[in-house]
């Protein structure tokens, strides 16, 4: 098996680690305590002011979803510097631009279920499911070439 793929099954054991958390997290805070975030008006606010459709109930989602990709962006940062692509270097280093791919994924994954929620009407649950699927084809690409490239790759490649 070639180096690539045997890091894409890692990486997929890793997500599925990492969604694992995510969701769960997320899961816990929609559907057992029902969060509600004084901050969800501020992020209609904001929404409204951009033109897009929300409400309060669309915003405590976001935010809990918010919550839950962030844990589970700290427990893949970790598990795949050293599982997925054996990378143990320079760690405060590489959380920076493995911070910016995170929140590249909240954009996407807020665009996503803003419209999946508020104009496809589809449940939360499987837009969180359809919007994590997405994120994690982008963020696996930028991760492999850019936040966990090895010295020696990134020696080759200039």
């Known amino acids: 098996?070639?180096?690539?793929?045997?890091?894409?099954?890692?990486?997929?054991?890793?997500?599925?680690?990492?969604?694992?958390?995510?969701?769960?997290i997320y899961y816990l805070l929609t559907s057992v305590f029902f969060a509600s975030y004084p901050i969800a008006g501020l992020v209609c606010d904001i929404y409204e002011s951009l033109g897009v459709k929300s409400d309060i109930a669309t915003s405590n989602i976001l935010i809990s979803s918010f919550i839950g990709q962030f844990f589970g962006a700290v427990n893949n940062f970790i598990l795949n510097g050293y599982f997925t692509f054996k990378v143990s270097d320079n760690k405060l280093?590489?959380?920076?631009?493995?911070?910016l791919v995170f929140f590249l994924g909240i954009i996407i994954s807020t665009l996503s279920l803003t419209i999946m929620l508020d104009y496809m009407g589809i449940d939360n649950t499987v837009a969180k499911i359809v919007a994590m699927v997405v994120v994690a084809m982008v963020q696996f690409t930028l991760n492999k070439f850019v936040v966990f490239k090895k010295k020696e790759e990134k020696i080759e490649s200039l």
Request: no cysteine; glycine share 16%.
């Open 1 to 24: 098996m070639n180096q690539t793929l045997k890091e894409l099954v890692k990486y997929g054991i890793v997500g599925g680690i990492g969604a694992l958390v995510d969701f769960g």
């Open 93 to 99: 280093k590489r959380f920076m631009p493995y911070l």
